[in-house]
């Protein structure tokens, strides 16, 4: 059984003590494929270094809700060395995907710094239209505002709901839009108790699976750091809610996150 980790931290400081030789026990365990996550400019740097190492781990790049700078000028100028940075780099086929961005309106209560948020998720939006690539987006408390943005400005290649809140409502609008839905640990969580709802709204071929390590670590560990190898606790909720084996469920997920990223 293999299984696909679609969304991923090893750029964290967390992992700063023994990164490599988790990785190592990460794909002996079954895990064999895994996007490495940017979330700023520097962190998709790290992690596009981490995945060059590896023929089975890849990379998406981008600036997330909140790491986005503190003025618009700020913004277009990291967004224009965000794209070199990608330009440059393409040649080796490891970044697939613009992420994570989004919105995140639980940290920032600002109106002023929200609207910057949604300048750059449109600004995001677009340059993932240009390099012919999905997107990554995160949202948190921004439900509206982030379907909003996704029916103004059609993104062509679609892509993922990482870590995709619990909502009904966005779990309904973003499959009509054509996204994937990746659900993480929070799923196992017993006090999610619309968990199985939601997961059976989501068609089979529309299923991710993903850690988001180094947190959100799924039952049993949750508390503990998270690694990819507790992906398989996302896997089998979805196949016991879903009344499918384990194997099935990670032979789908991975089929999934190999298509929307073209691996």
């Known amino acids: 059984m293999q299984l696909f980790d679609s969304h991923a931290h090893y750029n964290d400081e967390k992992f700063d003590n023994d990164r490599y030789e988790l990785i190592e026990k990460i794909y002996e365990s079954g895990v064999t494929r895994l996007i490495n996550a940017g979330y700023s400019l ?32 700020l913004l277009e100028k990291q967004l224009q060395e965000l794209t070199d940075f990608i330009n440059t780099e393409k040649q080796f086929n490891k970044i697939v995907a ?8 639980y940290w920032e209560k600002e109106e002023e710094k929200r609207l910057l948020q949604r300048k750059a998720f449109i600004k995001q939006i677009d340059l993932a239209n240009k390099l012919n690539l999905p997107i ?31 909502n009904r409502e966005l779990v309904k609008e973003a499959l009509k839009l054509g996204f994937y839905i990746s659900f993480a640990g929070p799923i196992t969580f017993k006090n999610s108790k619309n968990a199985a709802e939601i997961i059976e709204m989501v068609p089979l071929d529309r299923i991710l699976i993903e850690t988001d390590s180094p947190y959100l670590s799924p039952e049993p560990n ?25 194997e099935d469920i990670a032979k789908i997920t991975y089929e999934n996150a190999s298509k929307i990223f073209e691996i």
């Open 222 to 246: 949750r508390g503990k750091r998270n690694d990819s190898r507790n992906v398989k606790y996302v896997a089998e909720k979805i196949a016991n809610v879903k009344q499918m084996s384990l």
């Open 98 to 105: 613009i992420g994570e961005i989004g919105l995140d309106y």
């Open 42 to 73: 520097e962190s998709s740097k790290y992690a596009l270094e981490i995945a060059k190492k590896y023929d089975w781990i890849y990379t998406i790049s981008g600036i997330s809700p909140n790491d986005i700078p503190d003025t618009e000028d």
């Open 136 to 166: 990554v987006i995160h949202t948190r408390e921004a439900v509206m505002d982030t379907l909003q943005i996704l029916k103004e400005h059609e993104v062509i290649k679609k892509g993922v709901f990482h870590c995709c809140p619990l």
